[in-house]
């Protein structure tokens, strides 16, 4: 927030924090989307540790080597087991096990990179949405459903909820914003931004910079 008041031409900032995700940290989207098979996707999907410990149900503690195995996955995450395990001094089966705990605890998440023109339409766009606070949770799981959503998420700013959308055509946006956003619960107040181009790609949230 330091910087980029001083880029050239940079004339305004608006910044919005994620406070809650209801759509998009799967594999969902490329499930609606339909290019992968059913046994394509659950190739791609976590699978639970042996051990069948409950995400979430104590704190994880990390150690100096999970989190190197972590740096080393950031930089490549097709690293082969082989160089991980020499890395961090461990057997390829513990690196494996590591891996495979770090993931059901949610520690660990490996995102899928694919080239735009697979799955996106012809029109992307961004839509804000003002909620009744009350009935936010049941429009952000109501807006998750939607086929054309591919992200969607509770956040800070004049409005309250966030979603991307993609959509072949003006005509289907329209009738998408009349016939199926308007009858979300909750409803006051919809902004639409069309995305132009992506000079950056998402990080942990799907909140690229774009144009």
Same mark, same amino acid.
């Given at each position: 927030?330091?910087?980029?008041?001083?880029?050239?031409?940079?004339?305004?900032?608006?910044?919005?924090?994620?406070?809650?995700?209801?759509?998009?940290?799967?594999? *969902?989207?490329?499930?609606? !989307?339909?290019?992968?098979?059913?046994?394509?996707?659950?190739?791609?999907?976590?699978?639970?540790? #042996?051990?069948?410990?409950?995400?979430? !149900?104590?704190?994880?503690? =990390?150690?100096? /080597?999970?989190?190197?195995?972590?740096?080393?996955?950031?930089?490549? *995450?097709?690293?082969?087991?082989?160089?991980?395990?020499?890395?961090?001094?461990?057997?390829?089966?513990?690196?494996?096990? /590591?891996?495979?705990?770090?993931?059901?605890?949610?520690?660990?998440? @490996?995102?899928?990179?694919?080239?735009?023109?697979? +799955?996106?339409?012809?029109?992307?766009?961004?839509?804000?949405?003002?909620? #009744?606070?009350?009935? =936010?949770?049941?429009?952000?799981?109501? @807006?998750?459903?939607?086929?054309?959503?591919?992200?969607?998420?509770?956040?800070?700013?004049?409005?309250? =909820?966030?979603?991307?959308?993609?959509?072949?055509?003006?005509?289907?946006?329209?009738?998408?914003?009349?016939?199926?956003?308007?009858? +979300?619960? *909750?409803? /006051?107040?919809?902004?639409?931004?069309?995305?132009?181009?992506?000079?950056?790609?998402?990080?942990?949230?799907?909140?690229? +910079?774009? +144009?």
């Amino acid at each position: 927030m330091q910087k980029l008041p001083r880029i050239p031409r940079v004339v305004d900032v608006s910044t919005h924090c994620v406070l809650h995700v209801f759509f998009g940290q799967d594999l *969902g989207f490329i499930n609606k !989307s339909g290019p992968l098979t059913d046994a394509q996707v659950a190739a791609l999907t976590p699978r639970p540790t #042996d051990g069948g410990r409950t995400a979430g !149900s104590e704190p994880v503690v =990390l150690d100096d /080597r999970d989190r190197l195995l972590l740096d080393l996955l950031a930089r490549d *995450g097709r690293a082969p087991v082989g160089e991980l395990a020499t890395a961090t001094r461990l057997s390829e089966s513990t690196v494996r096990r /590591r891996i495979n705990d770090l993931r059901a605890e949610g520690v660990l998440y @490996l995102d899928v990179d694919y080239h735009p023109d697979v +799955l996106h339409r012809k029109l992307r766009i961004g839509l804000w949405l003002e909620i #009744d606070p009350a009935r =936010l949770a049941e429009a952000g799981e109501a @807006l998750a459903a939607h086929p054309e959503v591919s992200f969607a998420a509770a956040v800070t700013g004049a409005t309250n =909820l966030y979603a991307s959308i993609q959509v072949d055509s003006a005509q289907l946006l329209y009738r998408y914003l009349t016939q199926t956003v308007s009858g +979300l619960p *909750g409803l /006051r107040h919809t902004v639409t931004t069309p995305i132009h181009r992506t000079l950056k790609g998402p990080g942990p949230y799907p909140l690229p +910079l774009e +144009l």
